[in-house]
């Protein structure tokens, strides 16, 4: 495979799995967030680092959003929303952290892409993302993109769509956005 069709074919794929969750899955997700008085996320390896983008964004729109493991991520409790990422379903520190949400009173979602797992069958809100994990990246029908990758990516441009969503339902322009943003680069 040339590395122009291998370019087309991971477009292709990342593309099925958007199109897949447009609009269900970002309407699913933004109505929590704009429920919560506070946002804390959480996400294991490559996973977490797509939960450090959201929550980056989160606090562009003004949002009182934190990482799970920050030092200065606040206790949450009633009216606050745990967000958590379990791709393959389970993760024991997901599942932890998603017990300890629901103990304080906060509401908890998992952005999976195996809905009938334990951590998003323990939570409040489910968000889907039909794509292939590091958990089934092996046999016939796997993705171009290594490993988890393409769940990954999902996440990533999900993600994006989601905070446009939350911008319009918010009523705030790039401008206010772009005042969120760090001067400390």
Known sequence: MTDKQLAAKAIAELGAVLEAAVPDQISAMAAPILNAKRIAVYGVGREGLMMKSLAMRLFHLGLDAHVVGEMTTPPIGDGDLLIVSAGPGQFSTVSALIGVAKAAGAATLCVTATPQGAAPQSVDHVVYLQAQTMADDQGGGASVLPMGSLYEAAQFLFFEMVILQLR??????????????????
């Open 168 to 185: 319009d339902q918010m009523a705030l322009s790039s401008d206010a956005m772009r005042a969120n943003h760090t001067n400390l680069e």
